[in-house]
Protein backbone atom coordinates (compact mmCIF):
# COMPACT_ATOMS: atom_id res chain seq x y z
CA UNK A 1 0.00 0.00 0.00
CA UNK A 2 1.51 2.98 -0.99
CA UNK A 3 1.39 6.34 1.85
CA UNK A 4 -1.27 7.96 0.27
CA UNK A 5 -3.60 4.99 0.22
CA UNK A 6 -2.63 4.41 3.37
CA UNK A 7 -3.07 8.06 4.77
CA UNK A 8 -6.72 7.52 2.78
CA UNK A 9 -7.29 4.65 5.04
CA UNK A 10 -6.07 6.09 8.27
CA UNK A 11 -8.50 9.38 7.62
CA UNK A 12 -11.47 6.50 6.66
CA UNK A 13 -10.85 4.90 10.30
CA UNK A 14 -10.66 8.13 12.16
CA UNK A 15 -14.17 8.85 10.67
CA UNK A 16 -15.61 5.77 11.73
CA UNK A 17 -14.15 6.15 15.00
CA UNK A 18 -15.58 10.00 15.53
CA UNK A 19 -19.04 8.72 14.42
CA UNK A 20 -19.27 5.52 16.49
CA UNK A 21 -18.96 7.53 19.25
CA UNK A 22 -22.14 9.36 18.69
CA UNK A 23 -25.77 8.64 19.24
CA UNK A 24 -26.58 7.70 15.40
CA UNK A 25 -24.13 5.77 14.43
CA UNK A 26 -24.51 3.30 11.93
CA UNK A 27 -23.00 0.03 12.92
CA UNK A 28 -24.11 -1.91 10.30
CA UNK A 29 -22.58 0.40 7.49
CA UNK A 30 -19.29 0.13 9.94
CA UNK A 31 -19.24 -3.66 9.77
CA UNK A 32 -19.45 -3.56 5.81
CA UNK A 33 -17.02 -1.00 5.58
CA UNK A 34 -14.67 -3.24 8.22
CA UNK A 35 -15.39 -6.47 5.93
CA UNK A 36 -14.64 -4.67 2.75
CA UNK A 37 -10.50 -4.64 3.27
CA UNK A 38 -8.90 -6.70 6.20
CA UNK A 39 -6.26 -3.57 6.15
CA UNK A 40 -9.74 -1.52 7.25
CA UNK A 41 -9.54 -3.36 10.81
CA UNK A 42 -6.16 -2.83 11.28
CA UNK A 43 -6.34 0.85 10.58
CA UNK A 44 -9.35 1.12 13.00
CA UNK A 45 -7.50 -0.81 16.10
CA UNK A 46 -4.78 2.07 15.42
CA UNK A 47 -7.07 4.69 15.90
CA UNK A 48 -8.52 2.83 18.75
CA UNK A 49 -5.47 2.75 20.42
CA UNK A 50 -4.57 6.44 19.62
CA UNK A 51 -8.02 7.80 20.84
CA UNK A 52 -7.20 5.21 24.25
CA UNK A 53 -3.68 7.51 24.77
CA UNK A 54 -5.40 10.73 24.90
CA UNK A 55 -6.12 11.99 28.34
CA UNK A 56 -9.30 12.23 29.60
CA UNK A 57 -9.55 15.82 30.40
CA UNK A 58 -7.67 17.18 27.01
CA UNK A 59 -10.57 18.60 25.77
CA UNK A 60 -13.17 20.18 28.41
CA UNK A 61 -16.38 20.60 27.86
CA UNK A 62 -17.21 24.82 27.11
CA UNK A 63 -19.02 26.52 29.66
CA UNK A 64 -22.40 27.61 28.71
CA UNK A 65 -23.68 30.58 31.10
CA UNK A 66 -27.40 29.64 32.14
CA UNK A 67 -29.30 33.06 31.34
CA UNK A 68 -31.91 34.24 29.83
CA UNK A 69 -29.87 36.09 27.03
CA UNK A 70 -28.54 32.64 26.24
CA UNK A 71 -30.54 29.95 26.55
CA UNK A 72 -32.08 30.80 23.12
CA UNK A 73 -29.92 29.42 20.18
CA UNK A 74 -28.00 27.61 22.82
CA UNK A 75 -28.68 24.11 21.51
CA UNK A 76 -27.71 24.95 17.74
CA UNK A 77 -23.87 27.13 19.98
CA UNK A 78 -23.50 23.53 21.24
CA UNK A 79 -23.80 21.49 18.40
CA UNK A 80 -20.53 23.93 17.04
CA UNK A 81 -18.92 23.25 19.97
CA UNK A 82 -19.85 19.74 19.35
CA UNK A 83 -18.34 20.05 15.38
CA UNK A 84 -15.61 22.31 16.41
CA UNK A 85 -14.13 19.43 19.28
CA UNK A 86 -14.46 16.71 17.04
CA UNK A 87 -12.60 17.97 14.68
CA UNK A 88 -10.03 18.99 16.91
CA UNK A 89 -10.07 15.28 18.51
CA UNK A 90 -9.38 13.69 15.07
CA UNK A 91 -6.45 16.10 14.23
CA UNK A 92 -4.66 14.71 17.22
CA UNK A 93 -5.65 11.45 16.59
CA UNK A 94 -4.03 11.63 13.22
CA UNK A 95 -0.90 13.17 14.16
CA UNK A 96 -0.96 10.06 16.91
CA UNK A 97 -1.26 7.79 14.35
CA UNK A 98 1.80 9.32 12.42
CA UNK A 99 4.08 8.97 15.12
CA UNK A 100 6.84 6.60 14.84
CA UNK A 101 5.91 4.23 17.31
CA UNK A 102 2.21 3.41 16.54
CA UNK A 103 2.90 3.71 12.96
CA UNK A 104 5.57 0.87 13.60
CA UNK A 105 2.91 -1.62 15.35
CA UNK A 106 2.05 -0.65 19.15
CA UNK A 107 2.64 -3.60 21.49
CA UNK A 108 -1.10 -3.40 22.23
CA UNK A 109 -4.00 -3.06 19.73
CA UNK A 110 -8.27 -4.00 20.39
CA UNK A 111 -9.72 -5.89 18.37
CA UNK A 112 -13.70 -5.03 18.34
CA UNK A 113 -16.90 -6.30 17.03
CA UNK A 114 -20.16 -4.56 16.91
CA UNK A 115 -23.38 -5.75 18.49
CA UNK A 116 -24.64 -9.11 16.25
CA UNK A 117 -21.32 -10.04 14.64
CA UNK A 118 -18.81 -12.29 15.73
CA UNK A 119 -15.18 -12.37 14.96
CA UNK A 120 -12.39 -14.95 15.66
CA UNK A 121 -8.83 -13.52 15.69
CA UNK A 122 -5.20 -15.23 16.04
CA UNK A 123 -3.34 -14.72 19.35
CA UNK A 124 0.18 -15.33 17.29
CA UNK A 125 1.14 -18.86 18.75
CA UNK A 126 -1.42 -21.08 17.36
CA UNK A 127 -4.09 -20.41 19.88
CA UNK A 128 -7.20 -17.94 18.79
CA UNK A 129 -10.02 -16.37 20.52
CA UNK A 130 -13.63 -15.96 19.42
CA UNK A 131 -15.71 -12.74 20.00
CA UNK A 132 -19.21 -12.49 20.34
CA UNK A 133 -21.17 -9.02 19.68
CA UNK A 134 -20.23 -6.23 21.48
CA UNK A 135 -16.99 -7.46 23.03
CA UNK A 136 -13.78 -5.64 23.16
CA UNK A 137 -10.32 -7.33 23.52
CA UNK A 138 -7.49 -5.69 23.87
CA UNK A 139 -3.76 -8.26 22.63
CA UNK A 140 -0.66 -8.07 22.64
CA UNK A 141 1.80 -7.55 19.60
CA UNK A 142 4.59 -8.79 21.33
CA UNK A 143 3.17 -11.27 24.20
CA UNK A 144 0.91 -13.37 22.18
CA UNK A 145 -0.41 -14.80 26.50
CA UNK A 146 -1.80 -11.85 27.34
CA UNK A 147 -5.44 -10.46 26.61
CA UNK A 148 -7.65 -7.88 28.28
CA UNK A 149 -11.28 -8.33 28.12
CA UNK A 150 -12.94 -5.32 27.91
CA UNK A 151 -16.63 -5.92 27.81
CA UNK A 152 -18.40 -8.71 25.77
CA UNK A 153 -18.09 -12.46 25.55
CA UNK A 154 -15.17 -14.40 24.39
CA UNK A 155 -13.83 -17.81 24.13
CA UNK A 156 -10.29 -18.58 24.10
CA UNK A 157 -8.54 -21.72 22.55
CA UNK A 158 -5.31 -21.97 23.73
CA UNK A 159 -1.75 -23.83 22.61
CA UNK A 160 -0.81 -25.95 25.64
CA UNK A 161 2.51 -24.45 26.71
CA UNK A 162 3.44 -25.27 30.76
CA UNK A 163 6.22 -22.39 30.97
CA UNK A 164 4.26 -19.63 29.43
CA UNK A 165 0.70 -19.77 30.30
CA UNK A 166 -1.74 -17.47 28.83
CA UNK A 167 -3.30 -14.87 31.65
CA UNK A 168 -6.63 -12.96 30.86
CA UNK A 169 -7.93 -9.79 32.99
CA UNK A 170 -10.88 -7.87 33.20
CA UNK A 171 -10.89 -5.41 35.83
CA UNK A 172 -9.56 -7.28 38.92
CA UNK A 173 -10.18 -10.43 37.83
CA UNK A 174 -7.74 -12.50 36.10
CA UNK A 175 -7.80 -16.03 34.38
CA UNK A 176 -4.59 -18.04 33.76
CA UNK A 177 -4.18 -20.98 31.51
CA UNK A 178 -1.73 -23.40 30.48
CA UNK A 179 -3.79 -25.12 27.13
CA UNK A 180 -7.06 -25.49 26.88
CA UNK A 181 -10.64 -23.83 26.02
CA UNK A 182 -12.62 -21.23 28.15
CA UNK A 183 -15.32 -18.62 27.63
CA UNK A 184 -15.49 -15.59 29.38
CA UNK A 185 -17.77 -13.11 29.89
CA UNK A 186 -17.87 -9.33 31.47
CA UNK A 187 -20.96 -7.14 30.80
CA UNK A 188 -22.10 -4.34 33.32
CA UNK A 189 -20.02 -5.79 36.42
CA UNK A 190 -21.09 -9.33 35.82
CA UNK A 191 -18.11 -11.58 35.49
CA UNK A 192 -18.67 -15.63 34.17
CA UNK A 193 -15.77 -18.08 33.54
CA UNK A 194 -17.02 -21.43 31.55
CA UNK A 195 -14.56 -24.19 31.21
CA UNK A 196 -14.88 -26.47 28.20
CA UNK A 197 -11.96 -28.13 28.27
CA UNK A 198 -8.38 -28.66 30.26
CA UNK A 199 -8.60 -26.06 33.34
CA UNK A 200 -7.83 -22.86 34.31
CA UNK A 201 -7.04 -21.11 37.75
CA UNK A 202 -9.12 -18.43 38.60
CA UNK A 203 -7.56 -15.08 40.66
CA UNK A 204 -8.97 -12.21 42.82
CA UNK A 205 -7.33 -10.53 45.38
CA UNK A 206 -4.84 -13.82 45.74
CA UNK A 207 -7.59 -15.67 46.59
CA UNK A 208 -7.09 -18.68 43.41
CA UNK A 209 -10.00 -20.92 42.60
CA UNK A 210 -8.81 -23.84 40.34
CA UNK A 211 -11.53 -24.77 37.91
CA UNK A 212 -11.80 -28.03 35.73
CA UNK A 213 -13.55 -28.88 32.40
CA UNK A 214 -17.45 -28.68 33.00
CA UNK A 215 -17.16 -25.68 35.56
CA UNK A 216 -18.53 -21.80 35.88
CA UNK A 217 -17.47 -19.49 37.89
CA UNK A 218 -19.37 -16.61 38.44
CA UNK A 219 -18.64 -12.85 40.25
CA UNK A 220 -19.80 -9.52 40.21
CA UNK A 221 -18.00 -6.28 41.60
CA UNK A 222 -18.22 -6.65 45.24
CA UNK A 223 -19.52 -10.71 45.73
CA UNK A 224 -17.55 -13.96 46.17
CA UNK A 225 -17.35 -16.18 43.17
CA UNK A 226 -19.96 -18.80 43.00
CA UNK A 227 -18.93 -21.90 41.20
CA UNK A 228 -21.14 -24.55 39.63
CA UNK A 229 -21.03 -26.81 36.50
CA UNK A 230 -22.78 -26.70 33.69
CA UNK A 231 -22.46 -28.69 30.15
CA UNK A 232 -19.71 -28.08 28.04
CA UNK A 233 -21.72 -28.01 25.05
CA UNK A 234 -24.26 -24.84 26.01
CA UNK A 235 -21.03 -23.31 27.41
CA UNK A 236 -20.31 -21.76 23.90
CA UNK A 237 -24.13 -22.13 22.12
CA UNK A 238 -23.40 -18.23 20.89
CA UNK A 239 -21.62 -19.53 18.15
CA UNK A 240 -24.43 -21.63 17.04
CA UNK A 241 -26.52 -19.48 17.42
CA UNK A 242 -28.28 -21.22 21.09
CA UNK A 243 -28.61 -19.80 24.31
CA UNK A 244 -29.15 -22.27 27.45
CA UNK A 245 -29.75 -21.15 30.88
CA UNK A 246 -30.57 -22.54 34.15
CA UNK A 247 -32.49 -20.07 36.87
CA UNK A 248 -30.71 -17.33 35.16
CA UNK A 249 -32.06 -13.69 36.04
CA UNK A 250 -33.85 -12.64 33.11
CA UNK A 251 -31.67 -9.88 33.11
CA UNK A 252 -28.59 -11.68 32.33
CA UNK A 253 -30.80 -13.66 29.57
CA UNK A 254 -31.97 -10.17 27.86
CA UNK A 255 -28.16 -9.20 27.92
CA UNK A 256 -26.72 -11.85 26.09
CA UNK A 257 -29.75 -11.94 23.33
CA UNK A 258 -28.89 -8.04 23.05
CA UNK A 259 -24.91 -8.72 22.16
CA UNK A 260 -26.18 -11.33 19.68
CA UNK A 261 -28.93 -9.88 18.11
CA UNK A 262 -27.63 -6.54 17.45
CA UNK A 263 -30.77 -5.31 19.01
CA UNK A 264 -31.23 -3.80 22.52
CA UNK A 265 -33.55 -5.93 24.70
CA UNK A 266 -34.78 -4.13 27.94
CA UNK A 267 -36.74 -6.32 30.75
CA UNK A 268 -39.56 -4.46 32.79
CA UNK A 269 -37.47 -3.18 36.56
CA UNK A 270 -40.42 -5.67 37.84
CA UNK A 271 -39.02 -8.78 35.83
CA UNK A 272 -35.69 -7.98 36.04
CA UNK A 273 -34.53 -10.89 38.32
CA UNK A 274 -37.27 -13.33 37.43
CA UNK A 275 -35.55 -17.32 36.69
CA UNK A 276 -35.53 -18.42 33.29
CA UNK A 277 -34.24 -22.04 32.75
CA UNK A 278 -34.23 -23.18 28.70
CA UNK A 279 -33.04 -22.64 25.24
CA UNK A 280 -33.44 -19.65 23.06
CA UNK A 281 -32.77 -19.94 19.61
CA UNK A 282 -30.89 -16.59 18.30
CA UNK A 283 -33.03 -15.63 15.74
CA UNK A 284 -35.38 -12.57 14.27
CA UNK A 285 -37.99 -14.40 17.11
CA UNK A 286 -36.00 -15.18 19.81
CA UNK A 287 -37.69 -11.92 22.17
CA UNK A 288 -41.14 -12.59 21.51
CA UNK A 289 -40.19 -16.49 21.41
CA UNK A 290 -38.67 -15.95 25.12
CA UNK A 291 -41.69 -13.77 26.25
CA UNK A 292 -44.38 -16.01 25.55
CA UNK A 293 -42.32 -19.11 26.68
CA UNK A 294 -43.00 -16.71 30.18
CA UNK A 295 -46.24 -15.66 29.90
CA UNK A 296 -45.33 -12.31 28.90
CA UNK A 297 -45.12 -9.71 26.07
CA UNK A 298 -42.41 -8.02 23.91
CA UNK A 299 -43.08 -4.91 22.52
CA UNK A 300 -41.08 -2.97 20.02
CA UNK A 301 -40.12 0.24 21.23
CA UNK A 302 -38.62 2.19 18.24
CA UNK A 303 -35.37 0.46 17.48
CA UNK A 304 -34.96 -1.55 20.76
CA UNK A 305 -37.55 -4.58 22.84
CA UNK A 306 -39.05 -4.33 25.64
CA UNK A 307 -40.10 -7.44 27.76
CA UNK A 308 -43.16 -6.74 30.02
CA UNK A 309 -46.08 -8.45 31.38
CA UNK A 310 -49.24 -8.85 29.94
CA UNK A 311 -51.12 -6.22 31.35
CA UNK A 312 -48.87 -3.39 30.89
CA UNK A 313 -50.49 -0.87 29.02
CA UNK A 314 -48.39 0.52 25.92
CA UNK A 315 -47.06 4.06 26.82
Same mark, same amino acid.
Given at each position: ?????????? &??????????????????? =?????????????????????????????????? #??????? *????????? @??? %?? !??? *??? +??? *?????????????????????? $???????? $?????????????? *???????? !? &???? /?????????????????? +???????????? /???????? $??? %???? #???????????? &????? &????? @?????????????????????????????????????????????????????????? =?? $???? +????????????????? @? @????????????????
Amino acid at each position: MNRQAQQDLQ &AQAIAWHIQLRGDAADWGA =FVQWLEGDPARSDAYDAVALADAELEPGAFPAPA #IAANDDL *IAGSSSRNR @RWA %TA !FAA *IAA +VFL *IALIGLPWLTAGPDRYEVATAA $GQHRTAPL $GDGSSVQLNGATRL *ILDRNDPR !F &AELV /TGEATFSVRHDAAHPLVV +VAGDHRVQDTGT /TFNLIRDR $GRF %TIAV #IEGSVVYDRGGA &AVPLA &AGQTL @RADEAGRPVVGREDPQAMTGWQRGQLSYRAAPLETVARDLSRSLGVEVAIDPELMALP =FT $GSVR +VDRDAVTSLASALGLQA @R @RTGDSWLIEPRSRAPR
